[in-house]
């Protein structure tokens, strides 16, 4: 059987592969546009940075090596042009001769990927104009910076692949600014999140502009001046991670069917609507594996299992993939992100009675070197009490707590299935109470109504009018709070009315959740406690 690949990045080297591995027999080819492929896409802001020392570790595979390794045959240079369903044919042509040839399939795998948006605006072709999306674009960018030339920087697109740029950018000594039209950083997390994360980059001297649109770019040979919808950004480089697009155009009269960001609809098979033609990665939109609507991940996580169970089916297997969570982690100045499942607003959209709960908690034993916190957002289903999503920022392991939460989503696990899970422990990684089983008990704590909270968005959008804020910390740290140590409060307490309005701040939440606890118990009614407290939230107080 003559199984034709077209692209040869993740998805369509790992569909090749694992095809050779399954059916010997099978007559393999891949025709790939680039010279290169399987390169390590998702690593080249670490090369610019200089984390990745040697740019030939960017190339995973050569041409000749995977051959050898796989038994497939790999033809680079060749652009597929056109697909003639009915002959079972795809025409490619030489990206340097031009020449075209017509290759033959029975069965036929698109994994042809996807290009950076290039905006037509003037000055995109001024030089120091990047996209961050193949080994040259990095490699070109590296030897620019080791020119000493660059001074100032702008990073157009605050998506993981943009703020990975900024951070290695700033590793390098440049001054960094970045700007999204969009009115937060950070896609796929909610905004308070989103919102810590940019005040954290500013810290670290990344400056974020979100509602910022780009206009244009200025200079006479090389970039001097980026135009934006603010203002005139002065800038020796410009980075442009706006988005993705499928390298679908050329099946556009092929009847195959796509969506309307152009991807490939596929079945659980990854078959498209012509059951000769399978596709996987970038170019595809798969399933939620929650909603079970439709969801594009163009990661190469999701690429290569893509490619994997298409290869079990081209070889008789009656594989199925489940959809994807939107998983993703990312590593910035300071602190790293992660998320998986719904955020809060998608949980709510997707009709879920969905409650979320933020706190600080500890990363590992509070004595070890070393030891910080992590900030997390947790989203339930508050009918079910099906986990549904979870967002995690911290210094350290922030992956870990993601991958929990995705493989408990996964199972479709309920809080009650996750309360105890024996989870490893020892000072130097955990909490004794492993923090994302910590997440779950604060989440239960307030669906049954023992935690009496705000959250930070709730906070910010002026749900605390009326109360009395009340600093709870281990010591005083909100300086024009009046400040109150639950542990010498006892019954006979009675500095305020038992129905006062009050509002409990601390520096994580936990203390303040302890002091409603003891004054609910000595009959307070109306307290509230502040979710993530003054190392999440910024409090406006007037001394």
């Known amino acids: 059987m003559k199984i034709l690949v077209i692209g040869g990045v993740a998805a369509g080297t790992k569909t090749a592969a694992k095809l050779k591995r399954e059916d010997r027999n099978a007559e393999v080819t891949i025709l790939v546009k680039d010279n290169d492929i399987s390169y390590a896409g998702c690593g080249l802001p670490y090369y610019v940075g200089g984390v990745i020392e040697n740019k030939a570790s960017l190339i995973v595979n050569t041409p000749a090596k995977f051959s050898a390794l796989t038994g497939a045959k790999v033809l680079t240079g060749k652009e597929a042009v056109a697909l003639d369903r009915a002959a079972k044919t795809v025409t490619a042509a030489d990206v340097e001769t031009g020449e075209k040839n017509v290759y033959e399939y029975d069965k036929l795998v698109i994994a042809v990927g996807a290009s950076p948006i290039f905006p ?7 030089k120091n104009v990047f996209v961050m999306r193949r080994p040259e674009d990095a490699i070109a960018m590296r030897e620019l910076l080791d020119t000493g030339t660059v001074k100032r920087a702008v990073v157009c697109g605050a998506g993981f692949i943009g703020l990975e ?4 950018l700033a590793a390098k000594g440049v001054k960094v600014s970045v700007i999204d039209m969009a009115e937060q950083i950070l896609p796929g997390f909610d905004p308070e999140v989103a919102g810590y994360v940019e005040r954290k980059l500013a810290d670290s001297g990344i400056v974020c502009f979100t509602g910022t649109k780009l206009e244009g770019i200025e200079g006479t040979d090389t970039v001097e001046k980026v135009l934006t919808s603010r203002r005139a950004m002065k800038a020796d480089l410009v980075v442009l991670a706006l988005g993705i697009k499928p390298n679908t155009a ?27 033609i399978y596709a996987a990665g970038d170019c595809v939109t798969v399933r939620n594996r929650i909603t079970g609507a439709p969801a594009w991940s163009p990661m190469g996580s999701s690429a290569n299992m893509e490619g994997r ?50 706190a600080v ?16 957002k947790m989203t339930a289903d508050r009918k079910s009490g099906k986990l549904l999503g979870m967002q995690t920022l911290g210094p350290g392991a922030v992956d870990k707590m993601t991958d929990i939460a995705a493989l408990a989503i996964s199972m479709n696990a309920t809080l009650s299935d996750l309360e105890n899970l024996d989870l490893a422990y020892a000072p130097p990684f955990s909490t004794a109470i492993h923090p994302f089983v910590n997440m779950i008990n604060i989440m239960e704590n307030k669906l049954s109504g023992a935690l009496d909270s705000f959250t930070p968005a709730e906070f910010a959008a002026g749900a605390a009018e009326g109360y009395k804020f009340i600093d709870t910390s281990i010591q005083p740290s909100l300086p024009s709070l009046p400040y109150l140590d639950y542990t010498k409060v006892d019954e006979s307490f009675d500095k305020y009315a038992k129905d006062e309005k009050l509002l409990f701040i601390c520096a994580k939440g ?3 959740y302890l002091t409603q606890n003891k004054l609910k118990a000595y009959g307070f009614t109306n307290t509230k406690v502040l979710e993530g407290g003054h190392t999440f939230n910024e409090i406006e107080t007037e001394e």
């Open 250 to 276: 050329f099946l556009a009269d092929s009847g195959l069917e796509t969506a309307k960001n152009g991807t490939l609809v596929v079945d659980g098979a990854m078959r498209t609507n012509d059951p000769d």
């Open 309 to 358: 169970v298409a290869a079990k089916n081209l070889a008789g297997g009656e594989e199925s993939y489940v959809g994807v969570l939107g998983t993703g982690v990312c590593k910035l100045p300071g602190i790293n992100v992660g998320r998986t499942g719904l955020t809060e607003a998608a949980a709510k959209a997707a009709g879920y009675d969905a409650v979320s709960v933020t």
């Open 165 to 168: 740029v900024a951070e290695n």
């Open 361 to 376: 908690v500890d990363d590992k034993a509070h004595y070890y070197p070393g030891a910080s916190n992590f900030i997390v």
């Open 120 to 126: 037509k605006l003037p000055g995109t072709e001024l």
């Open 510 to 512: 936990k203390r303040a």
